[in-house]
Every structure is written in structure tokens, then in C-alpha cells.
T-cell receptor
Framework: AQTVTQSQPEMSVQEAETVTLSCTYD???????LFWYKQPPSRQMILVIR??????QNATENRFSVNFQKAAKSFSLKISDSQLGDAAMYFC?????????????FGKGTKLSVKP | SAVISQKPSRDICQRGTSLTIQCQVD?????MFWYRQQPGQSLTLIAT?????????ESGFVIDKFPISRPNLTFSTLTVSNMSPEDSSIYLC???????????FGEGSWLTVV
């Protein structure tokens, strides 16, 4: 069974600084996708960034980038130039690409606070 | 991307009653899922909504408590039956589109059972 672990229940960052959120996962599949979702107080789940496991290059989306270490099964999220609007819960998730269900397995989440 | 509309966005329900949540997608999608997020917790998959057939439920979730319908490729409903305070949660509809391997979420339905 797939598992996703986020070891940081809470993190804090100063506005304009950089913060890294950690995530490790375990899967027996050779083909899978990894995601970071953001959940602000509105409760909407917003896709932040996606990484295909077969790609060695780390995904980037503007101020958001990942450090994908496939051998170590690690998938951390780096937020650069942090903004007040980045404050939210962040969930790491794994999608079983080849699975019949194709659903997401989530970590427990990391609550990010941004200090002005 | 897919645009997902969920109704209701929020409701307060009486113990013992049932409530049906609707999920409408703006395009045909391969898979639709229903998740539950209990207060302060992560998301847990309830079931996969299958078009024209019975949903596939995860361990710990049963059809009598969470009946699901999916009459076509763009619409699904989740009913929370005989509610108790323990059912107070956010219920989220999500979809996996034909074109890729990204999963999108609706705004969620925040239910409080009193």
C-alpha cells in the first residue's frame, strides 16, 4: 500500500523568505505522480505543483519548486519569496498512475504560517 | 483543467437526517471520487463513483451510510445518511480528467451535525 508522510505539522516563515516543506512517500509502483496541494481557510484544495516520477527534472511553478529524490522517495516543496497569501495547509499526495482506482493518497499536512 | 461545482457549500444538519451533496463537472471525466476531511485531519477517500454502476467503497465506508450515484460522466451525488455529530466534516468531490494525470477538487461541502 502507498503511504505519504509529512513530518512537519507546522512551519513558519518570514515574508519574502524561503521555506521548504518535507514529504516522503512509499510505493511499490514504478510509475506514479506526486503533488502538492494548498488548502487555505476557504477549504478549497488548490493544486500547487505536480511531478511525474519518470522525469528527473524537478518541477517548478513560479515561486514554487520541488526537490524530487526518487531513490530516497523524497518530495519536498520549496516556496521562495513567501507571501502572506501562502499561509495555508499544504498536503503532499501520491497518485498511482497505473492503478485501477487512480485516487490520491495524502499526507497529514503541514500548516504554514507567514509572518509579516 | 476541470471546473467543479459542489452544492451545498455549507449546511447545518439535524441528527438522524440525511443530506445529499451534488458534484457537477464542466467536462467529461474518467473518474470521480468522494473524500472526507474530518476537523483538523487530512483527506480520506470514501469511494470511487462509477458511471452507471455501484460505487467502489474504501475500507470503513459502506453503501448504506454513504450511497453514491453517478448517472453520467459529469455528475455525481453523495448522500450522508442518518447523520450523527461524528459525520461533521468537509466532503470533497474530485475528478481525474481524460487528458492527464491530475486530480482536481470541488470547493467542498462543510457539514455540521447538531
Amino acid at each position: 500500500a502507498q503511504t505519504v508522510t509529512q513530518s512537519q505539522p507546522e512551519m513558519s516563515v518570514q515574508e519574502a523568505e524561503t521555506v521548504t516543506l518535507s514529504c516522503t512517500y512509499d510505493t511499490s509502483e514504478s510509475d506514479y505522480y506526486l503533488f502538492w496541494y494548498k488548502q487555505p481557510p476557504s477549504r478549497q484544495m488548490i493544486l500547487v505543483i505536480r511531478q511525474e516520477a519518470y522525469k528527473q527534472q524537478n518541477a517548478t511553478e513560479n515561486r514554487f519548486s520541488v526537490n524530487f529524490q526518487k531513490a530516497a522517495k523524497s518530495f519536498s516543496l520549496k516556496i521562495s519569496d513567501s507571501q502572506l497569501g501562502d499561509a495555508a495547509m499544504y498536503f503532499c499526495a501520491c497518485l498511482n498512475y497505473g492503478g485501477s482506482q487512480g485516487n490520491l493518497i495524502f499526507g497529514k499536512g503541514t500548516k504554514l504560517s507567514v509572518k509579516p | 483543467s476541470a471546473v467543479i461545482s459542489q452544492k451545498p457549500s455549507r449546511d447545518i444538519c439535524q441528527r438522524g437526517t440525511s443530506l445529499t451533496i451534488q458534484c457537477q463537472v464542466d467536462s467529461q471525466v474518467t473518474m470521480m471520487f468522494w473524500y472526507r476531511q474530518q476537523p483538523g485531519q487530512s483527506l480520506t477517500l470514501i469511494a470511487t463513483a462509477n458511471q452507471g454502476s455501484e460505487a467502489t467503497y474504501e475500507s470503513g465506508f459502506v453503501i448504506d451510510k454513504f450511497p453514491i450515484s453517478r448517472p453520467n460522466l459529469t455528475f455525481s451525488t453523495l448522500t450522508v445518511s442518518n447523520m450523527s455529530p461524528e459525520d461533521s466534516s468537509i466532503y470533497l468531490c474530485s475528478v481525474r480528467a481524460h487528458s492527464g494525470n491530475t486530480i482536481y477538487f470541488g470547493e467542498g461541502s462543510w457539514l455540521t451535525v447538531v
